[in-house]
Nanobody, 124 residues
Framework: QVQLVESGGGLAQAGGSLTLSCAASGRTFSVMGWFRHAAGKEREFVAAITWNGDHTYYADSVKGRFTISRDNARNTMYLQMNSLKPEDTAVYYC???????????????????WGQGTQVTVSS
């Protein structure tokens, strides 16, 4: 089972940008995703990507602002976040799905490995 380490979180102003990285300890041929957990809310789906990057999926709240990508040669997944809003403030987690096929990619129980999370704070 691979291990995941997120990085790239921090403080940004509204309208600014941040790029998160998720480094895996080994190759994975599964769907990978980003989730976030804001204070006082349940953890929610942000974005997902198929193993070869040919399909991506986004929550409505981030569509058009965030871009998910992966570099399998580097065993790394990314989340480019633009036009940040205060409501994007959360701990962001990357995860690896149990499955190769992109079915129910928004469902957390389909993911078997999680990183430790990285804090993103957006000030108004």
């Amino acid at each position: 089972q691979v291990q995941l380490v997120e990085s790239g979180g921090g403080l940004a102003q509204a309208g600014g940008s941040l790029t998160l990285s998720c480094a895996a300890s080994g190759r994975t041929f599964s769907v990978m995703g980003w989730f976030r957990h804001a204070a006082g809310k349940e953890r929610e789906f942000v974005a997902a990507i198929t193993w070869n990057g040919d399909h991506t999926y986004y929550a409505d709240s981030v569509k058009g602002r965030f871009t998910i990508s992966r570099d399998n040669a580097r065993n790394t997944m990314y989340l480019q976040m633009n036009s940040l809003k205060p409501e994007d403030t959360a701990v962001y987690y990357c995860a690896v799905s149990k499955f190769h096929n992109p079915v129910f990619v928004t469902t957390q129980s389909r993911y078997e490995t999680w990183g430790q999370g990285t804090q993103v704070t957006v000030s108004s």
